[in-house]
């Protein structure tokens, strides 16, 4: 009679079961953060108005939309930067910058007798160049003369914002041509709740009061966000850039050594980064209709704190391109929930910090818990 075979019972280790949990609250705390603080502002808006004002209303998502856009683009390029192992603080001033200039340059175009799509287009491309050059100055000093990329851009900052000044003269630059203030406000669809009619493209012929009841849905600023964003998940994750940006954000060094042209992507990804804030300042030119030299001032830290909070590692080498999205909404929520229940502005900075700091404390855990896997 032969004995049945030993049986290995597989008991898992509470220490491994905790780095599983660390591991998982890392990768998804965003988005729960996220939908808590949407639940939180629904509930909360609809008892201190008594029912009154829905935080989930179609107008209000198209507005937290709208607000994001700014931050979301400056974040686009941002993410690329921090994950290869750079920074770049220049982007608000470099936004203003071409705030001003395409203000400048859509309002000579149309006393110069030009039309107005062609003052718009004139405008967008002279704003979005000016800022790729401050950003291939930026890329250029980092990847040639290795100076830190800290105070390169930082540097730079202060030079663009000087430019942007003088080109100003200190004032908005406006007399500006309606068709862009059209582009900056008017949207893809347009839905009158009174009746039912939904609009295309074209804002329909109404009364004053009744178009206090349109609902303006996906603004142009948005779909062109939108499409940006798209093209920076297709670059960051199925093209070979994309894949370099990972490995010089990893180890410069190894990437170097395995035939990554690691300069010249450097270059690219800071000109991608200025352009990104380019079109942002474009983009403002055209919401207010007037170019402001400090349109990007108050926003360089809100884009930064997107990206953390959006799970992109401060040591590069990690990240993506949906996190910085769900750290704008995560920002954008914040603020226009604190607004509706009537707090005082200076709470959001403070709530906003406190989120950046759980954001770098988890990534701190997250390298902790996976070093100490490894070392064992």
Request: charged fraction near 10%.
């Amino acid at each position: 009679m032969t004995s049945p075979p030993d049986v290995a019972v597989a008991v898992e280790n509470p220490r491994d079961r905790r780095r599983r949990l660390i591991l998982a609250i890392s990768r998804f705390w965003a988005w729960v953060f996220l939908f808590a603080l949407v639940a939180f502002f629904w509930v909360s808006v609809t008892m201190t108005t008594d029912g009154e004002v829905n935080f989930l209303s179609m107008r209000n998502i198209m507005n937290v939309l709208v607000a994001i856009t700014p931050i979301l683009l400056m974040g686009l390029g941002q993410t690329f930067v921090i994950i290869s192992g750079g920074i770049d603080l220049s982007v608000g001033w470099v936004m203003g910058l071409a705030s001003v200039v395409a203000a400048l340059v859509a309002r000579d175009l149309v006393e110069s007798g030009a039309g107005e799509i062609v003052a718009i287009g004139g405008a967008f491309v002279a704003g979005v160049f000016a800022a790729m050059v401050v950003g291939l100055i930026n890329g250029l000093i980092i990847a040639k003369l290795r100076v830190p990329a800290f105070i390169v851009t930082l540097g730079m900052s202060f030079v663009a914002r000087g430019v942007a000044f003088l080109l100003s003269g200190g004032n908005v630059v406006g007399q500006q041509p309606d068709g862009m203030r059209t582009f900056g406000n008017e949207s893809l669809i347009y839905v009158n709740w009174a009746d039912g009619a939904v609009s295309f493209l074209f804002k329909p012929e109404l009364p004053d009061v009744a178009l206090r009841q349109l609902d303006r849905i996906f603004s142009w600023p948005v779909v062109i966000t939108a499409v940006a964003v798209g093209v920076a998940l297709f670059i960051l994750n199925r093209t070979q850039p994309g894949r370099h940006t990972y490995a010089v954000g990893g180890s410069r060094e190894a990437s170097l050594r395995a035939g990554v042209p690691v300069d010249r992507l450097t270059i690219l990804i800071y000109v991608g980064s200025a352009m990104t804030a380019g079109i942002a300042g474009v983009l403002h030119t055209a919401r207010f209709s007037g170019g402001s030299s400090i349109a990007g001032e108050a926003l360089l830290m809100s884009s930064v704190a997107a990206v953390v909070i959006g799970g992109v590692s401060l040591y590069g080498g990690r990240g993506n391109i949906m996190g910085t999205v769900i750290g704008a909404l995560i920002i954008a929520i914040l603020t226009t929930g604190l607004v509706m229940l009537n707090v005082e502005p200076f709470w959001q900075y403070i709530v906003i910090g406190i989120v950046v700091i759980l954001a770098v404390l988890i990534d701190q855990a997250r390298d902790l818990v996976i070093g100490r896997a490894e070392s064992q």
